[in-house]
C-alpha cells in the first residue's frame, strides 16, 4: 500500500508535466494565448503564473537556510577537516572538466553537421548583451564583506565560504559548541522537512508551468530555428546519457541506469523552474536520500556545482556560437573556437544558476570572439525552452559529480544507491502530522510558559 503511494508522487509529477504540454499545446494552436484574450489574461498569465511563481518562491526560501546549515553539519560531521580541501579541489576539477568535455563535443557535433550554413535569418536585434562578472571580481566577493546581505541576495559562494568558516570555527572552539552543532542538525533536519513539503505539492506547480511555458513558446520559430533546436538537444541528450554516464562509471564504478532513474525528479524540478539554484533543495534531497551521499559531501558539491557547474549551458554556447557564425559567414578558425571553451569554462564560474543566464555568458564569448551579439536575437525566441532543458543536464551534471567525489571518499553509501526505492517521497507522508507528537509538543510549550510565569 505505502508502496503504491510512494509510487504516485513521480508519477503526479509525470502526469502534472503532460497535461500541462497538452493544456499548454491546445492554448498556443488555438490563439488562446494573444494578448487581451481572456485564457490569456487571466489564465495563462494570472493564475497559471501565480501558482508557478509562488512555487519558485517556495523552493527559492528553502536554498539559503539549507545551504547554510546542512554546510555547518557537512564540515562538523565531516570526520577529518583535510577532506574538506580534497573535496573542494575533487569537484572543482571535475565540474570544470565536464563543462570543457560538454561544450568541445556540442563544437564538435554542430560544426560537423554545419548548422546554419546558407540559412538567411534576420535577428531581431533586440539582444543587449550584460557583462558577466570578471574573474578576478568572482574571486574577491567569495569572501562576503556582509554574510547577512549575501544570504538576503542570495549569492552563493559567499554563502558557502561564510557556513564552512562557520563549521571550522565551531570544530575549534571544541565541546562548547555541541549546542550550537546539535541546533544546526535539528534546523537541518526541518529544512529537508520543508523540501518534502514543497515537492509534495509539486505536480500541481509543474503542470503551471509547464502549461505557461509551452502556451507561451513561439511555435513557428520553432520550425524556423529546427535544425538549432534539434542539434542543441541532441547535444544535450548526448552529454546527459552517454558523456555523463562514462565519467559516473569510469570514475566512480556505480551504476548508470539507477541514476538515470533516480535523478528523475531533480531534472523535472530543474526542467519546470529553467533554475538551478531553485533546484538546490531537491538535488540535495535526490543526492543524500536516493543516492545515499554523505551530507558531508553533498553540502558542499550541490550548492558548488549549482553556481559554477553548467555543462548544458556551456552546450548550447558551443552550438549557438557555430550556428550564428555560420550565418553571419563567420570564420572562428581553431583558435576561435579554443577560446570560446575557455571563455564559457570561465563564465560558468562567476554566474549563478538563475533563468536565462546561458545568454549573458553567450554575449560575453561572442564578444571575446568577434561575433555580433546581436546575433543572439536570432535564438531568443526558442530560448526559454532550451533553457529547461538545458538546466536538466546541469543538475545532472550536479549530482554525477557529487556521486564520484562522494564515492571516492568512501562518504557514498552504497546500499542506498543501489536501493530502488530509497528516499522514494510518500505525500501523504511528507504532509501528515503525528496527532501525538502534535499533543506533545503543546504540553512541552504550555509547561515552559507556566516555568516562565
Ligand atoms: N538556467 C540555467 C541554470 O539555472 C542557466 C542558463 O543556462 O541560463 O542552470
Redesign the pocket.
Known amino acids: 500500500m505505502a508502496e503504491r503511494k510512494k509510487r504516485s508522487l513521480t508519477t503526479m509529477v509525470l502526469v502534472g508535466m503532460a497535461l500541462g504540454i497538452a493544456t499548454g499545446l491546445v492554448i498556443n494552436l488555438t490563439g488562446w494565448n494573444e494578448p487581451g484574450n481572456f485564457i490569456s489574461d487571466y489564465i495563462v498569465n494570472g493564475l497559471f503564473l501565480i501558482i508557478g511563481k509562488m512555487f519558485v518562491n517556495a523552493l527559492k526560501m528553502l536554498v539559503v537556510p539549507l545551504v547554510f546549515f546542512s554546510l555547518i553539519c557537512g564540515v562538523c560531521g565531516i570526520g577529518d577537516v583535510r577532506l574538506l580541501g580534497r573535496i573542494g579541489t575533487k569537484s572543482f576539477a571535475l565540474y570544470m572538466l565536464t563543462t570543457a568535455i560538454a561544450i568541445a563535443t556540442a563544437i564538435v557535433i554542430a560544426a560537423g553537421l554545419g548548422i546554419g550554413q546558407g540559412m538567411n535569418l534576420v535577428s531581431d536585434g533586440e539582444f543587449t548583451g550584460k557583462e558577466a562578472p570578471p574573474l578576478s571580481q568572482v574571486l574577491i566577493d567569495i569572501i562576503p564583506t556582509n554574510p547577512i546581505a549575501a544570504m538576503a541576495d542570495g549569492d552563493m559562494l559567499p554563502i558557502i565560504f561564510f557556513s564552512i568558516l562557520v563549521g571550522i570555527s565551531i570544530l575549534m572552539v571544541g565541546k562548547k559548541a555541541a549546542s550550537f552543532i546539535e541546533g544546526a542538525e535539528i534546523a537541518n533536519e526541518v529544512m529537508m522537512k520543508m523540501v518534502t513539503i514543497i515537492m509534495a505539492v509539486a505536480p500541481y506547480a509543474v503542470f503551471a508551468l509547464i502549461a505557461r511555458a509551452v502556451a507561451n513558446l513561439g511555435l513557428e520559430l520553432l520550425q524556423s530555428l529546427a535544425g538549432y533546436v534539434l542539434v542543441l538537444v541532441g547535444a544535450l541528450m548526448f552529454h546527459l546519457f552517454v558523456m555523463l554516464m562514462i565519467v559516473l562509471k569510469v570514475f566512480s564504478g556505480l551504476n548508470p541506469i539507477i541514476f538515470i532513474r533516480k535523478i528523475r525528479a531533480a531534472q523535472i524540478f530543474?526542467f519546470s523552474t529553467?533554475?538551478?539554484?531553485a533546484?538546490i533543495p531537491v538535488t540535495m534531497r535526490t543526492v543524500t536520500e536516493r543516492f545515499g551521499v554523505n551530507n558531508s559531501v553533498a553540502s558542499f558539491t550541490v550548492p558548488f556545482g549549482?553556481t559554477i557547474n553548467?555543462d548544458?549551458?556551456a552546450i548550447?554556447q558551443g552550438v549557438a556560437t557555430v550556428f550564428i557564425a555560420n550565418i553571419y559567414g563567420v570564420e572562428l578558425g581553431l583558435t576561435g573556437y579554443l577560446t570560446v571553451i575557455l571563455m564559457s569554462v570561465l563564465a560558468s564560474i562567476g554566474?549563478?544558476?538563475?533563468?536565462?543566464?546561458?545568454?549573458i555568458?553567450l554575449s560575453m564569448v561572442f564578444t571575446q570572439v568577434g561575433l555580433p551579439v546581436e546575433g543572439i536575437g536570432l535564438i531568443l525566441g526558442v530560448d526559454r525552452l532550451m533553457?529547461m532543458i538545458?538546466?536538466a543536464v546541469?543538475?545532472s551534471g550536479d549530482a554525477t559529480v557529487s556521486c564520484v567525489v562522494a564515492k571516492s571518499e568512501g562518504k557514498l553509501d552504497r546500499a542506498v544507491y543501489d536501493d530502488p526505492e530509497a528516499g522514494m517521497l510518500d505525500p501523504d507522508e511528507a504532509l501528515a502530522i503525528d496527532p501525538e507528537v502534535e499533543q506533545e509538543i503543546a504540553e512541552m510549550v504550555d509547561q515552559t510558559k507556566k516555568k516562565k510565569a
Open positions: 530543474a529553467a533554475s538551478s539554484n533546484t549549482a553548467m548544458g549551458t548550447m554566474t549563478a544558476g538563475v533563468p536565462g543566464v546561458g545568454l555568458m533553457d538545458r538546466t546541469n543538475v
